[in-house]
């Protein structure tokens, strides 16, 4: 399947910080996806970010508080701005690639304190 | 909006069962997507799904896209302790100019030896 890297895989954060989550893919791909899941949840979509435009949120989620950087196809990045501990979650990335499916990388497990 | 629904939400099986679960929707799909998700983990493709009736093997795994899209069935034959996780499906929504997955509530497996 296609390789995902996620970075942090996990971290502890004081509320009111931001943090930046990174993915990056080993091949170019179009579309990447963020994805939240809090503690024994589904996933939620927070945005679709493609590579030279802005990213497309869904309802709830907004770029102030979730900015995503989308450099190029291989890359992504979600920052999670002036945290609280309702933002304790798993964020996930994701990607569609022709013949490996919708992938997810292992996400990053952050804790708000 | 659309929501998919799992059920059963959670079952404990015995090693060597049968394991079916579904996913529901009032809304109509053109993919259906199952995950399993273990912890600390990203959900991990098992099976896709493309046409309506269309009904699909990954060893011991076998899923089924509902005749009225609306629906999806997944079914674990002769279960082992390595099943246990979180089983979620995903249908795909198409939206302007792109598209989007969205998940299942999630089917949590137990497995007893």
């Known amino acids: 399947s296609a390789v995902i890297s996620q970075k942090p895989s996990r971290d502890i954060c004081q509320r009111g910080t931001s943090l930046t989550i990174q993915c990056q893919v080993d091949s170019q791909v179009t579309m990447m996806f963020w994805y939240r899941q809090q503690p024994g949840q589904s996933l939620t979509l927070i945005a679709t970010?493609?590579?030279?435009?802005?990213?497309?949120?869904e309802s709830g989620f907004v770029i102030d508080k979730f900015p995503i950087s989308r450099p190029n196809l291989t890359f992504s990045t979600l920052t999670v701005s002036n945290m609280s501990p309702e933002d304790s979650s798993i964020y996930l990335c994701s990607v569609d690639r022709q013949g490996y499916g919708y992938t997810f990388g292992s996400g990053t497990r952050l804790t708000v304190v | 909006g659309q929501q998919l629904n799992q059920s059963p939400q959670s079952m404990f099986i015995q090693e060597g069962e049968d394991v079916s679960m579904n996913c529901t929707s009032s809304?109509?799909?053109?993919?259906w997507l199952w995950y399993k998700q273990e912890p600390g983990e990203g959900p991990v493709l098992l099976i896709a799904l493309y046409k309506a009736g269309e009904l699909t093997s990954n060893g011991r795994l076998t899923a089924q896209f509902g005749i009225t899209r609306k629906d999806s069935f997944l079914n674990i034959s002769a279960s082992i302790p390595s099943d246990v996780g979180i089983y979620f499906c995903?249908?795909?929504?198409?939206?302007?100019?792109?598209?989007?997955?969205?998940f299942g509530t999630g089917t949590r497996l137990k497995v007893l030896a």
């Open positions: 809304s109509i799909f053109n993919t």
């Open positions: 995903a249908g795909l929504i198409p939206t302007s100019g792109t598209y989007k997955y969205i």
């Open positions: 970010a493609n590579q030279g435009s802005e990213a497309t949120y």
